[in-house]
């Protein structure tokens, strides 16, 4: 339940309201989450006055501002294939309009299409205040309450390729099993899966992709949950796992 809203005009103002001891305040991106929370009086800090929409292109470096939404990062020319079939995945049409990039990776869990591909592409997390750069899979391991500071931007490579698979129930469904793999120039290759757990997972980042199915499989030893077994998730994520690695070989 939301018990106090603000919408700051300052990067400062929205820092200085988060800090706060109390009331418990968060930011709100699109309030997609935030909308359909418990009961649990929180304060929220509207982001959307703050100009961090902005996606642009540096180098081999794409930069997305933490409220941009899913549906706008689309629109995006320089965004993988795979990515954007991942964002689709993620959501609705409708939601996609509010969804922002930030909120859907920090409310992810590990059926999240999204934060599965840009887990496989090493995605970078900017928090302020001080711009301190934090990956992707680190803060999935960590993940936690952060008062006084917020996501401002994400950055992922656009040098590298991607692949995205996945088996649901039907096409419109979640991930029963999802892979991405991302491989740069060098023969770096990442390997992440999804579909099950409290966040999407790295299975293998090393340089060489042989090893792919296995790391799939050892990845989903223990995925059982009311959705699936964990055997058919082993058996799954390999085939996957090889689904995907013969697609950026074909490319």
Known sequence: MIVEYHRPETLEEALA????????????????VLSAQSQEGVAVVDLQGLGLNAIERQG?????????TLQSLLACTDLPTALAAAVRHEATYNLRHSATVAGTLVSSDGRSPFAVAMLALDAQLVWEPNRISQSLGDYLLLRGEAPGKLIAQV???????LAYEYVARSPADLPIVAVAVAQWQGGRTRLALGGWGRAATLALDGQDATGLPAAAENAAIAAED?????????????????RALATLKAT
């Open 155 to 161: 950055s992922i490579p656009v040098n590298v390729q």
């Open 17 to 32: 309201l988060l800090g706060r001891a109390s009331p418990p305040t968060v930011p709100m991106g699109g309030g997609t």
């Open 60 to 68: 081999n470096l794409l930069k997305i501002g933490a409220t941009t």
């Open 226 to 242: 009311e959705w699936s077994s964990a055997e058919y998730r082993r058996e799954t994520a390999q085939t996957l796992a090889r």
